[in-house]
């Protein structure tokens, strides 16, 4: 009976320690479910700081991660930190002198006093919401950038990985 107990405590701990070795196994690959913690600085800035909230999560692969951080983080593993630094072709790209615009006035709410380097938050005929910065104001026009703000930037994150599933 003894040996019996014995055996069975042994395999309960190869079990438990072959399914914990699983789930620590699992690295960041197209498909797994991330969630990490993270800080961002451009510029020697903090400009984002996940702490204290809850992680952010994607699925690897879906696009929803700048290409240069979602490459980087493939092969992590839950718990792993890690500083990565993204150049601006792999982040939001370098400016386009294109997206610089005048825009009419009579084109912003009534009463809107706007103001140089004023960041605002413009729509597209799609309804999606994106960055737009006043660059000057003419008397008739704004002169507009529609760059991200971060294009043309190196971006630095320090991250987290939380969870791989």
Wanted: aromatic share 6%.
């Amino acid at each position: 009976m003894r040996g019996a107990i014995l055996f069975l405590c042994i395999a309960t701990i190869l079990c438990v320690n072959a399914q914990g070795t699983k789930a620590e196994s699992l690295t960041i690959q197209k498909g797994s479910k991330v969630a990490f913690e993270y800080m961002l600085t451009v510029d020697g800035k903090v400009v984002e700081d996940s702490h204290g909230k809850p992680p952010l999560e994607f699925t690897q692969g879906d696009g929803k991660v700048i290409p240069g951080l979602a490459r980087q983080i493939e092969g992590m593993r839950a718990g792993e930190e890690k500083t990565i630094i993204v150049s601006p072709e792999e982040a939001y790209g370098t400016p386009n002198p294109t997206a610089i615009r005048e825009v009419p006035l009579s084109s912003f709410p009534s009463g809107m006093q706007l103001k140089e380097g004023m960041l605002l938050q413009a729509n597209d005929a799609g309804g999606r919401v994106f960055p737009a910065k006043v660059v000057r104001v003419k008397k008739d026009t704004a002169v507009m950038d529609f760059n991200h703000p971060f294009a043309g930037k190196t971006l630095t994150f320090n991250i987290k990985i939380v969870s791989v599933k």
